[in-house]
């Protein structure tokens, strides 16, 4: 068939879907393989040179109300072209393998130019609308064929091979709903950008708590509660390593910082209806530090607790009064039996652990001054108490 170049870039598409293989107004059987071979090459190149002419296109409008009509045009466009040759292709002509192998490279090209203006120019159409069963049918095709093969491989890492598990589980179980028919231009842009994307080689990669995996599906907002949920697990898991509560609140801390610092699109979702993964998880890190912190403020004052109680069951209880006290650690100290720095620091460091029968906790500070202004009685005990103390060396 003659190839046509003029202003409107879809002439050739549309003469031949239109024209050439409607089984109305042709004698598809009539078309050579010669042909046939021809419009299944041109096929391909087709969708590259329309691509180039659309963007031109675009490019010379100005105003975004014209680029929303043009690329609007264009989709629609695409969409009916697709309709037709699958409702064409029902025609028992098409079973033949040469008419059925160009006709896939049609629909491939109409697929391929679909895609390029819902990826290129997604803004300008309105995503929520419903997709044509034709189209459906032809996208799920090229979808569940990405999926068999994102299926076959595996990752190193059994951390990645879980989360790409509940990927495909997730996007088998979308795929295979039985209201498929209700999906919105919207979905079917997400599930394939995500399928583009898991494609990539390095994308099962490890890399540190957030493999390349994580940071695709958190950048998509791949808002599956079985992802989630493994997420979490999957922190909770290496927080049981540490045995200090503390360090566990030191982690997860490290974690937080990590995933807040991974981009989102907060346009995108996987699941409607439901929350953005980044909102689900920022509130499980918030819950789960307040109860970290909590539990260590609660361990602190028990553990004060705890160590004040040490402190006063292990006092000595002196039969001397706090004045008494003062003036035998002051001779000590003068007279050179317990050697320090200063006075000061020999009452700070043994009046702490002495206790009376009047009093238990004693201040080391008033002890010292008193021990400077004696009185006799207080000196008399004192010299009483160390004499007893001699006698009883004495006996020895």
């Known amino acids: 068939m003659k190839m046509m170049n003029n202003n409107y870039p879809l002439e050739w598409l549309d003469t031949l879907i239109l024209v050439h293989f409607n089984p109305d107004k042709t004698d598809v059987s009539r078309l050579s393989a010669d042909e046939l071979a021809v419009i299944s090459e041109h096929a391909v190149k087709e969708s590259s040179r329309i691509q180039v002419r659309i963007k031109n296109e675009i490019f010379d409008l100005r105003r975004k109300r014209q680029i929303r009509l043009l690329v609007r045009k264009y989709h629609s466009t695409l969409i009916f072209l697709l309709d037709t040759i699958v409702d064409s292709h029902k025609c028992s002509a098409f079973h033949k393998p040469l008419l059925a192998a160009a006709a896939a490279a049609v629909v491939k090209c109409l697929d391929d130019l679909l895609s390029f203006l819902e990826k290129r120019f997604s803004n300008y159409l309105s995503l929520d609308e419903r997709v044509p069963i034709t189209y459906l049918m032809v996208s799920r095709k090229e979808l569940q064929l990405k999926l068999k093969s994102l299926k076959k491989r595996k990752a190193e890492n059994e951390e990645v091979q879980q989360v790409l598990n509940v990927v495909i589980r997730e996007l088998e179980f979308s795929l295979s709903m039985q209201d498929r028919n209700r999906i919105t231009f919207r979905q079917l842009l997400y599930e394939r950008t995500l399928l583009n994307e898991l494609e990539q080689a390095s994308i099962l990669q490890a890399h540190g708590l957030f493999s390349m995996l994580d940071h695709v599906l958190i950048g998509l907002n791949f808002n599956s509660t079985a992802y989630i ?50 909102t689900v998880l920022g509130n499980w890190f918030v819950h789960e530090i307040q109860y970290m912190e909590r539990q260590v403020e609660l361990l602190a004052i028990s553990s004060k607790k705890a160590t004040l109680q040490d402190k006063t069951e292990n006092k000595l209880e002196c039969d001397l009064s706090a004045d008494q006290i003062g003036i035998i650690l002051r001779a000590a100290d003068e007279a050179r039996v317990v050697k320090s720095r200063s006075m000061s620091l020999v009452f700070q460091r043994i009046v702490p652990h002495l206790s009376t029968a009047f009093k238990r906790d004693l201040s080391y500070h008033s002890v010292r001054s008193k021990s400077y202004n004696a009185e006799e009685n207080d000196k008399n005990i004192a010299i009483m108490t160390l004499e007893k103390m001699i006698k009883k060396i004495r006996s020895y």
Do not use: C, P, V, W
């Open 229 to 278: 949920d493994l997420l979490a697990k999957r922190m909770i898991s290496k927080l049981e390593t540490e045995q200090e509560l503390s360090e566990k609140l030191s982690l997860l801390s490290y974690y937080r910082k990590e995933f807040n610092q991974i981009y989102s699109d907060e346009k995108l979702f996987f699941k409607a209806g439901t929350q953005h993964l980044k």
